[in-house]
């Protein structure tokens, strides 16, 4: 435990056997941090290295293992203030490393199943995996053997992951940036991302990226991807290419798979473009392709063994395809 400057507390409880902790907090410290480990050879490290960082830890399992950096040092450019996390693991070998870079960034997780892996990156401006002030999980799993990757690079970006079946994997890749910025009030979410999963093997990933700096804008890209049977994978990618004066790219996706064994693939680049892909059969397999501005393409397949391949191009068009009613 290394303190440094006013305003830095720690608490470290270790009620277990062979349970190790790591706290510093320094260059202006202004954050509480605290460490619980009741189970037996859990490993903890807490760094914060800016004002206003609070961390809370608490793992009442076994073998778990939490990492946690908030924040840049002092002297640095854009120094990040109001970083909070909470981290609860109360199962058994879980994985949990986090780290802010940037500022106003919100952080929670809890993993309450076994050999679960949780890797989070903030790196932008106001980022949020979470929501501290409402107690939203910004990752949460409660089954075993799931992993959870969130990278966030841009400037207000907002994900969320829940897992609940086992041997899941969610992965959200956001590097948008607020540009052009809208003058007055203020600033809009970017890109927000969601995941759950609640089967087994399931495997979903949303990327959120920014393809033409300071010529077009992302802003206000939404994209939801639910899979609640076992064996589904969904792929959702977001972007705007279209140089232009738009004030923002407005894309949305929803993605639904309640079946086994569904694939599901929608890209989006342009202007408000919406996608809705609803499989609850089994194995169906859904392309939707967008590039445009003003399309709508709507998918659903209840039945089993069905393809679909949507390709929207130009502007204002609109796709609906059902299979199996």
């Not at 191009?313 to 009613?325: D, E, K």
């Amino acid at each position: 435990m290394t303190q440094s400057s006013a305003g830095a507390v720690a608490d470290v409880l270790q009620d277990g056997s062979g349970n190790q902790s790591d706290i510093t907090q320094q260059d202006d410290a202004g954050g509480v941090a605290g460490v619980e480990q009741t189970g037996n050879n859990n490993t903890s490290a807490i760094t914060q290295n800016s004002l206003g960082s609070q961390a809370q830890v608490n793992q009442s399992g076994n073998g778990n293992a939490s990492t946690l950096t908030q924040g840049r040092n002092n002297g640095n450019a854009f120094q990040t203030n109001s970083q909070e996390a909470l981290i609860d693991q109360s199962g058994d070998d879980n994985v949990s490393i986090a780290t802010q870079t940037g500022s106003s960034g919100d952080l929670n997780l809890d993993q309450s199943g076994d050999r679960n892996r949780s890797e989070i990156t903030q790196t932008g401006f106001d980022n949020s995996a979470g929501d501290s002030d409402g107690g939203t999980i910004g990752v949460d799993q409660s089954g075993d053997d799931n992993r959870a990757f969130i990278t966030q690079s841009g400037q207000l970006a907002s994900a969320r992951v829940n897992q609940s079946g086992n041997d899941n994997l969610a992965t959200i890749n956001q590097s948008v940036n607020n540009n052009p910025n809208p003058a007055g009030g203020p600033d809009p979410v970017v890109t927000s991302a969601t995941i759950q999963q609640i089967g087994d093997a399931n495997v979903s990933t949303i990327t959120q990226y920014e393809s033409a700096p300071q010529s077009s804008s992302e802003r206000l890209m939404s994209a939801t991807s639910i899979q609640s049977g076992s064996g589904n994978s969904s792929l959702i990618n977001q972007t705007n290419s279209l140089t232009g004066t738009f004030a923002f790219s407005g894309n949305s996706v929803n993605v639904s798979q309640g079946g086994d064994d569904n694939d599901s693939i929608v890209s989006q680049d342009g202007v408000s473009n919406t996608a809705s892909v609803t499989q609850s059969g089994d194995g169906n397999n859904s392309v939707v392709n967008q590039l445009g501005s003003n399309n709508q393409a709507t998918v659903s397949q209840v039945s089993a063994g069905n393809a679909s391949n949507v390709t929207q191009s130009g502007n204002n068009n609109i796709a609906n395809v059902s299979q199996g009613m």
